[in-house]
């Protein structure tokens, strides 16, 4: 079995190719072409923290993966990263173990900002006046570090519940082909901002229906879990289209599940993200429309990115 640190996977990745192979997988994924279990879940209380397992596989493939992610929200108190994790890429014809990817997280968090890019590639207006990000971790950063592979838009706007965090990934030198401000509250993003991605781990909702004006997009990839929740119901009543990564696991979980629940809107309102890549018709109808995607992570995702960085 080889074996991949961190610094090999980064130099072995080209981003066209991801994007290439991750979009593939959610057009499989909606087209039944997939086998991808329910995922396993651990959280912890002291202190906080979650662990998710996914796994799947491509029928037609020559692959299986295996994926550890964890978050430890207080890691950053310590120096230490809030998320880890590893890949195991095996052989679908033996069973055996070929590729571990000792990522420490990286490949979660890049498919994940690619999922938002690819999101935001399919349902933005015509024109981004301003980006909004909602979150200030590790994944506000990769998110924003993507978008630029499919939008114009170099005006950024960052809220965060933390401010002194906020303003430092503001002034993040890895980030300085943006123009980026500090929002001081979330009313003032959302009046600001047509494209909206919201990163944070909160549990109760952060953006409302009233927040959002004619013609936003929000890509929302915070609530991956039980419990954890960005947007409030009445957005979702307010949108005109609704698209999960996953419609059986955004049900389950994610800002869509309490949705649902709620009654705002029905399970036959949702489009999957990767039926919209199938047919972009499907999609984004006029500049003034209101549109949701909702990532919560699909094991297709991880598959695709490790077979891209073997």
Not at 203 to 210: I, T
Request: hydrophobic share 40%; glycine share 8%; with cysteine.
């Amino acid at each position: 079995m080889q074996i991949l640190d961190r610094k090999e996977i980064e130099n072995a990745l080209s981003i066209e190719r991801v994007f290439r192979l991750i979009e593939e997988g959610f057009i499989a994924y909606s087209q039944k072409k997939t086998v991808i279990p329910p995922v396993a879940a651990m959280q912890f209380e002291n202190p906080p923290g979650d662990c998710h397992i996914k796994y799947g596989y491509l029928k037609e493939g020559s692959y299986f993966v295996v994926k550890i992610a964890t978050g430890f929200p207080l890691n950053t108190k310590s120096g230490l990263p809030a998320g880890n994790g590893m890949i195991v890429l095996f052989s679908k014809k033996t069973g055996a173990p070929l590729v571990l990817f000792n990522d420490e997280g990286f490949l979660t968090d890049m498919r994940t900002a690619i999922a938002g890019a690819i999101a935001a590639k399919t349902l933005v207006p015509s024109h981004v006046e301003c980006i909004g990000c909602v979150g200030t971790g590790a994944q506000a950063y990769y998110q924003l570090s993507l978008l630029p592979h499919v939008t114009r838009c170099r005006k950024v706007l960052i809220w965060g519940r933390d401010g002194e965090k906020a303003r430092r990934l503001a002034k993040d030198p890895r980030l300085g082909h943006f123009s980026i401000q500090v929002a001081p509250t979330l009313d003032s993003l959302a009046a600001s901002c047509n494209l909206i991605v919201t990163t944070t781990s909160s549990k109760a909702p952060l953006l409302f229906a009233h927040h959002i004006k004619p013609g936003t997009h929000i890509t929302a990839v915070g609530a991956d879990d039980i419990g954890k929740q960005e947007l409030d119901p009445s957005l979702f009543r307010k949108a005109d289209l609704v698209v999960c990564d996953s419609i059986a696991q955004c049900l389950s979980f994610g800002d869509t599940s309490h949705a649902v629940r709620s009654a705002a809107i029905k399970k036959e309102d949702l489009m999957e993200l990767g039926a919209l890549l199938a047919n972009p018709l499907l999609g984004r109808k006029n500049d003034t429309q209101i549109t949701i995607c909702d990532l919560t992570g699909i094991a297709a995702q991880d598959l695709q990115i490790a077979i891209a960085a073997m």
